[in-house]
Nanobody, 124 residues
């Protein structure tokens, strides 16, 4: 069982940066692959980024490539999402999620554990 808590969201102007954190409870964090998803009002939850258990392999949705970076610190049981050059279309509630296994998963229903979400608002 993993309990996830996101933090770091807020209001930022277009072109600005935010760093989201997701703290996990439990002693098995390093055995989970982690993902970041986002959900804008009236839209479905969408995949943003994925990282493997050791933090050596990452994947991104095309719309954030070159702007967002996912990373993790297994000693701190935390996964991060550094978001640079933010755009108004990045406005959403951002969620971290975890699951066991090693394969890249981009579908929300593939994940077993979810945080409560943190709001990111980018003003133009």
């Amino acid at each position: 069982q993993v309990h996830l808590v996101e933090s770091g969201g807020g209001l930022v102007q277009a072109g600005g940066s935010l760093r989201l954190s997701c703290a996990a409870s439990g002693r098995t964090f390093s055995s989970y692959v982690m993902g970041w998803f986002r959900q804008a009002p009236g839209k479905e939850r969408e995949f943003v980024a994925w990282i493997n258990r050791s933090g050596t392999v990452t994947r991104y949705v095309d719309s954030v490539k070159g702007r967002f970076t996912i990373s993790r610190d297994n000693a701190k049981n935390t996964v991060y999402l550094q978001m640079n050059s933010l755009k108004p279309e990045d406005t959403a509630v951002y969620y971290c999620a975890g699951r066991s296994g090693v394969v890249v998963r981009i579908t929300p229903s593939d994940y077993d554990y979810w945080g409560q979400g943190t709001q990111v608002t980018v003003s133009s």
